[in-house]
């Protein structure tokens, strides 16, 4: 399998998985991108490399082969690379499933607006653009996690509204694995809030089709336990407390 380019935390999480009874959600990076010419931000016409296609698919196949779960739902970015690294992940699943979970191809990739900008955090694009064209990636998201930016929601309302999205869109059935696919700025975001960090570093960045293995525990969102495995690390957040950091007017 081509798995050469694959982060190395994404499988040494697979051993920190909890029972296949336990459905999760694998909430990922696309696959590997073409790069940009120069500098710049990254545009949503740059499409995954062959590399990149072959890494996805082979991935997809080897989480079903190691994980003991079945792909069950997919939601993804819009973003044609986002939707493609979500489609070869299915198909790479599909070369090696076998009875009882059964083929995946007839899975739809749902398409969320919550998983790209403008869409997950951003309010007003109009004011929220020049600061990332300013400060490029890592500075916009740290500024957004210290809620220091006009046109934004804040930090603790966007985080919020992605992961009650993955919650409502959560496995419901053992040995179920869900996927969502999304962008570095959006889930660099996420663990820097949920980790209550105020600060992000370059080392901090999740790589192409790096992401974070996610489950809850509770029958509503509000009142739930989320926990995530990010680089070797199993952690929690119990929600209730996490929705009263918002300050209330």
Not at 10 to 38: C, K, N, W, Y
Not at 119 to 128: K, P, R, T, W, Y
Request: hydrophobic share 40%.
């Amino acid at each position: 399998m081509s798995l050469e380019l694959l982060p190395s935390s994404m499988l040494h999480a697979i051993d920190l998985l909890p029972d296949p009874q336990t459905p999760v959600t694998l909430f990922t990076r696309h696959s590997v991108r073409e790069m940009l010419a120069g500098q710049g931000l990254a545009g949503y016409d740059l499409q995954l490399t062959e590399p990149g296609r072959e890494l996805a698919q082979a991935w997809g196949g080897y989480l079903i082969q190691n994980t003991g779960r079945s792909i069950q739902h997919c939601i993804s970015s819009p973003i044609q690379r986002c939707v493609d690294t979500a489609a070869l992940m299915i198909e790479g699943a599909d070369t090696v499933s076998t009875v009882p979970f059964g083929n995946t191809h007839r899975i739809e990739i749902v398409e969320q607006s919550l998983l790209v900008e403008p869409g997950s955090f951003v309010l007003d694009i109009h004011q929220a653009a020049p600061y990332f064209k300013q400060q490029g990636a890592l500075g916009f998201i740290n500024s957004f996690v210290n809620n220091a930016l006009p046109g934004m929601k804040h930090p603790i309302t966007g985080v919020a509204d992605v992961l009650e999205l993955i919650y409502n869109t959560h496995p419901q059935t053992p040995y179920g694995l869900s996927l969502a696919v999304s962008h570095d700025t959006i889930i660099a975001a996420i663990i820097a809030v949920i980790s209550g960090h105020r600060q992000i570093v370059e080392q901090d960045w999740p790589a192409m089709m790096e992401g974070l293995f996610v489950w809850f525990e509770g029958e509503e969102f509000s009142n739930s336990e989320l926990k995530w495995i990010w680089r070797g690390k199993v952690q929690h957040l119990h929600i209730p407390e996490f929705l009263q950091r918002h300050p209330t007017s």
